[in-house]
């Protein structure tokens, strides 16, 4: 390992034979922590060239299960989002591309920090189960096209440790980590084909389109080294998409949107994202196709009954998702009033994330529990005009202490002005 | 500490604070290994400048505990030698300077490696012993002028615990990381003063002076910083000093340096390394007068005298020194023939100390036993013309197993040209 940490401090290439030594040998245990961690840092002032990167991707996929998706017709495209506040397009996402025939066989993971999680804002829906086998989850898909479950501990263990390991010792910003951190967990999950949606902004890992497209790149190169179509959408996180952060709140707000009732975000976003998914499955030969069929299943209602037949296939109360006043709300609200008067110029999405937390909807540690009805309900978005004193959100908690905490945070998320700053757009770029 | 990871890996400059959280934290076992090595990976990236390299040097050093000399009258300078094959100075300096009135409160290591250690060579007199009580070692200097004792774990204990780290982490090659290991370590010593001798070689770290230099005055400058006068002798390792390399066969020759037998490149090294000890210590205003000086000690017996002084005070049979056949010598011998005819260009000495950790001599691993009569005794150096089958060193060892690997070592270690070199000088610069 020793001879391994001095090639790549020296700028060299290392072999598919040396990834594998370094990988399986830290997942075993028998390479210690501190010398991967010492390895990460002078990867982050090396870098690794692309083909190192897919190399890096592929051990990392190898080193647990993989997801045979075979049983299941069709071409399984999948869709993976970096991650942002009030991102419920999963939610939305799953059954709508199921609904046109797509099979989505989706895992997914848990909230931590700022950002919800999409099993978490499934179960705040009473008696839904994201547990199930691997044979429960393929037939699952086989008889309604969807199944969404957890990430077991057995896929890609490899980026679980060297994840842990990067948090705590400043090697997470090297876009070769990122993309094959990503890369391997999509790929171990079996889908032919992905759309991924970089997010850029204020609440986003990346700021700038800029600094985004070389990742973008570099993901959709590994996908062709490894014979996997990838598209791209990079996607604005200048504030939280739609118009609700917290776990019930969203499955609301996803319901609504598979309703055609949606915020205008949110809807834009997962027509996309969905008609990308349905020209990867090759179920239309174009992007404009695909936002007709879609905004048609959603018009036709057959989005929604998926979604109805998603909860009822993993134990869900049906009735909670046709009369959503039956999703957990927090017991206490209070509203956040504009402390002045012009046009909202921003909405920093983090500062709401982490409202949403101090509200109880989110994880401060891998072990908190989570309050399924709080969070907040935004009344204004970037580009409102607002007057003082006027509403600008809601915040829901099961605890009024979380009230004055998290009101700190609304209050470094908004900057009001006189004048109002130039729409930014939603999508940004697509890259294929 | 994370946080003091990302600014190093951003080049920031930290603080005396930052380095103390780092340090004393790492010390206590409450900063883990694997942080502790992301930072040295950034450390060898970015740098440290020479007001962080004094600050980690003086934190490193206040880890444990100082030596307090204040009880000892005079200027007290020590040497330090950055490590070579068969370099037995330390052996000679010490009772030659102390002849000279200067008081020598050594301190000194174990060998590991390819390089051999004061302490195991002084070992090899029978009976004499290292360990000792702080009061002990003072009242040894103030009655001999001189004791040599080992360095024990409470001495800068960061230091230990941050080389072991370097060492499997790729990060031992920062300068400013080997200039604060070095200097930490003296300075807890206590001395008022120091030569260094920065060994410039095959068989040293740095291989050319102009590598040597930014080392030697990041070294002075910490000096500076710390009241502490420093003077860098930059010295060859091209080939191993004098002639022996192994615990007793060097104390042999040390012994025959000290009586003015011994060979050119020792005596003269030492008298070197010496002469700028008296300056330092003001017992002779130049370098020039010090070689007098010493050459006068060595001529009249002195050094000698206080050698065997040493050795008693110490509990060592004075006999041993006497008669130096008494000392331990190796059961078996064999010569290493030359394998051709022509003039010898290279030795090099990390081979040569190679051969001698094979014959029993050194130390692969911290609990290795030492055989302290084996070793090497070279007959013909760098510069000497020698016939086909001419002995050009003899080996010893306890176990006859030992001479094939120790030979092969040996036949990498001569170069045997038709063309002679020209010579390269010994002493190569010295920085004040």
């Known amino acids: 390992m020793l001879e391994l940490i001095k090639k790549k401090k020296s700028g060299d290439t290392l072999s598919r034979e040396d990834y594998n030594y370094i990988i399986d ?11 991967v961690a010492a390895f990460l840092m002078a990867v982050y002032f090396k870098g690794l ?10 051990v990392m996929m190898r080193s647990g299960d993989l997801i045979n998706l075979s049983a299941i017709k069709g071409i399984k495209v999948d869709k993976h989002s970096t991650g942002g506040v009030g991102d419920k397009t999963s939610l939305v996402l799953g059954p709508l591309v199921a609904a046109a025939g797509v099979p989505v066989a989706k895992m997914s993971g848990r909230g931590l920090g700022h950002t919800g999680g999409t099993l978490d804002k499934l179960e705040s829906i009473k008696n839904l189960s994201v547990s199930m086998t691997r044979t429960e989850f393929i037939e699952k898909i086989q008889a309604h096209n969807i199944a969404i479950c957890g990430q077991n501990a057995t896929l890609v263990p490899a980026d679980k440790k060297l994840y842990a390991l990067r948090d705590v010792t400043g090697t997470v910003d090297n876009i070769s980590l990122i993309a094959s951190s990503i890369m391997s967990k999509k790929l171990a999950c079996g889908a032919d084909a992905i759309v991924i949606d970089l997010k850029v902004g204020e609440g986003a890992y990346m700021k700038t389109v800029t600094e ?6 570099m993901m959709i190169d590994i996908g062709k080294k490894m014979n996997r179509e990838i598209i791209v959408v990079i996607s604005a996180m200048h504030q939280p998409l739609g118009l609700t952060v917290g776990n019930a709140l969203e499955v609301k707000e996803a319901i609504e949107t598979l309703q055609g009732k949606g915020p205008k975000d949110l809807t834009d976003l997962c027509l996309v994202l969905g008609s990308y998914m349905l020209v990867l499955a090759k179920v239309v030969p174009t992007k404009e196709e695909g936002l007709e069929r879609l905004k048609a299943l959603i018009d036709s209602g057959a989005a929604f009954n998926k979604f109805k037949e998603l909860v009822k296939a993993q134990g869900g109360e049906v009735a909670v998702v046709e009369d959503t006043n039956l999703l957990p709300l927090a017991q206490f609200q209070q509203v956040y009033k504009s402390p002045a008067e012009g046009y909202i110029t921003h909405l920093n999405a983090l500062e709401v994330g982490l409202a949403s937390v101090k509200l109880g909807a989110g994880r401060a540690t891998q072990t908190s529990k989570i309050d399924y009805g709080a969070g907040v309900v935004l009344q204004k978005k970037i580009g409102d005009y607002v007057k003082k004193n006027e509403p600008l959100a809601t915040l829901y908690a099961d605890n009024q202490d979380h009230f004055t905490k998290a009101l700190e945070y609304m209050e470094s998320a908004y900057t009001i002005n006189k004048e109002a700053e130039p729409p930014k757009p939603l999508i940004m770029k697509i890259i294929r």
């Open 212 to 217: 985004a497209e070389p990742l973008a790149n």
């Open 25 to 35: 040998g830290f997942v075993a245990g028998e390479i210690p922590d501190y010398q």
């Open 49 to 58: 060239n692309d083909e190192e990167t897919a190399i890096l991707t592929d």
